[in-house]
């Protein structure tokens, strides 16, 4: 059997650099060696017709193609490529969060036969032997498809507890110099996953339902053993783990510090963080272990907010972890969301403050987007604020998708977010940080140009900025 896997193109104004399919790269590991497989990632190229991806599937002639999934344009990219397959007699199956978390509707669209539920190393292995083996999906925990005219949701499966147990992502079957690029003490950095869920309940994000605030890792061992693939393979000096929370399990990241620190393993790494967690020995720990960068959700400058949406930390634990973290090398970015249900003008004020006050190395505001899946979209949903869209194509502009009762225009909201991105230009130029904004200059990469210059054009229309002047409110004028 013919297998491809294929990542629809994602790459937007705010993502406009191509990260490795990882989670195809997983499920890829598991079958590969008794199946030929190919993965193909759309994001590497520009093809909005369609005339490449086709004639891939003309000369591969897979017998099934597996699309990942996530809610906004990639929607759409994924549908083209599914009937596209389904033209030339493959069979089709949508995995990934958006498929995950509304596989009915998924299944409702034509070019769609089978639907993986959340994690898929084991039950796409049992669904390729099932149709190989002319037998039936009934007994596939995690799968969704059709039949007799309807569609069948089977059990969700457990989670894999053991990620130890799991192959190596597939490194071999991707392009990977296409995912390196260049950053502050990395000349060849790439992004790697070490862990799936979360224990927290941000109730904005979808990983309380996909996962079910549940947390795995794999062990620091592990991670190491990757590490020294990557390193020993394509000369890998720098790794950004874009795990939920890659510093959630204590134990794990004192091990992997200290192993970093005693080998002296000639690596630097970044990850997420909270600022709960930030504390002197977490900072000494990490610091040594060469960690030279930490990005930070903070969403909001407001307690009120914060507590609507289920931070569970204040906005002067905020100020009271940047005040540590300034003291140190350790690069910072920080994310707000603006367009959050209830949210005043005076809350985004607040947040606009805490954010300048932080003085963040990079500091990015995002319109607030009630995604499926999340317990704050079904607040929306149920409060008339949203409605979801009937059809799976629908959703492919939902990234952008607010309510008309937010307290200030969609255009304000974009103008603030552009005027930071500017800000961490300047920033990144005043510190001499040339290698990131080498990646951006990349001929590979300049498919986004015409994004990238709409997006700052908001930062320079209009009004004055947020570093302008001051009225008797305190409130700076946009």
């Known amino acids: 059997m013919k297998i491809l896997l294929v990542n629809p193109n994602m790459r937007t104004a705010y993502n406009p650099l191509p990260f490795p399919p990882l989670s195809l790269m997983s499920i890829a590991a598991v079958v590969q060696d008794s199946y030929e497989i190919t993965i193909h990632d759309r994001n590497l190229y520009k093809d909005p017709e369609g005339q490449t991806i086709a004639a891939v599937l003309d000369r591969l002639k897979p017998d099934l193609v597996g699309i990942t999934s996530l809610t906004g344009p990639a929607i759409l990219d994924g549908v083209m490529v599914s009937r596209l397959a389904k033209e030339r007699g493959a069979q089709v199956v949508w995995g990934g969060t958006h498929a995950s978390l509304l596989p009915e509707q998924t299944l409702q669209n034509p070019y769609i036969d089978f639907v993986v539920m959340n994690e898929g190393e084991e039950t ?103 590490l020294a693939f990557l390193r020993k393979n394509y000369g890998i000096d720098g790794v950004r783990f874009d795990d939920d929370l890659f510093v959630i399990n204590r134990p794990r990241l004192r091990e992997f510090c200290d192993w970093v620190y005693k080998k002296d393993i000639p690596i630097t790494w970044d990850s997420n963080c909270r600022a709960d967690q930030v504390n002197s020995e977490f900072l000494a720990a990490v610091t040594r272990a060469k960690c030279h960068r930490l990005t930070f959700g903070l969403e909001s400058g407001s307690d009120r907010i914060l507590k609507f949406i289920e931070k569970d930390f204040r906005a002067e634990q905020i100020v009271r972890a940047f005040d540590l973290l300034n003291n140190t090398d350790i690069m910072t970015g920080a994310s707000f969301l603006i367009g959050v249900p209830t949210e005043t003008e005076e809350d985004i004020w607040k947040t606009i403050e805490v954010a300048k006050k932080i003085n963040s190395y990079h500091t990015h505001f995002y319109p607030y987007t009630p995604f499926p899946g999340s317990p704050l979209a079904e607040y929306c949903r149920k409060n008339g604020l949203i409605q979801y869209p009937d059809r799976l194509e629908d959703w492919a502009d939902f990234e952008y998708a607010r309510s008309d009762r937010t307290a200030i225009s969609e255009r304000e909201i974009k103008k603030i977010s552009a005027q930071f991105e500017v800000r961490n230009v300047l920033n990144s130029l005043e510190r001499g940080e040339l290698a990131i904004l080498s990646n951006f200059l990349n001929l590979e990469h300049l498919q986004n140009f015409g994004s990238w210059i709409s997006f700052f054009r908001q930062a320079f229309r209009s009004g004055r900025g947020i570093w302008g002047t001051v009225h008797s409110a305190g409130k700076p004028i946009l």
């Open 124 to 226: 796409f292995r049992e669904l390729i032997e099932a149709i190989e083996l002319h037998r039936g999906y009934n007994n596939i925990l995690g799968l969704a498809y059709k039949e007799n005219g309807g569609i069948k949701l089977n059990p969700e499966r457990p989670f894999i507890q053991d990620l130890d147990a799991l192959p190596m992502p597939a490194w071999n079957l991707v392009p990977v110099e296409r995912y390196i690029y260049r950053f502050t003490k990395a000349r060849r950095k790439i992004v790697m996953v070490t862990s799936r869920g979360c224990l927290f309940r941000c109730s904005f994000c979808y990983v309380i339902d996909f996962h079910k605030r549940k947390y795995r890792g794999r062990s620091a061992g592990m991670i190491l053993k990757e």
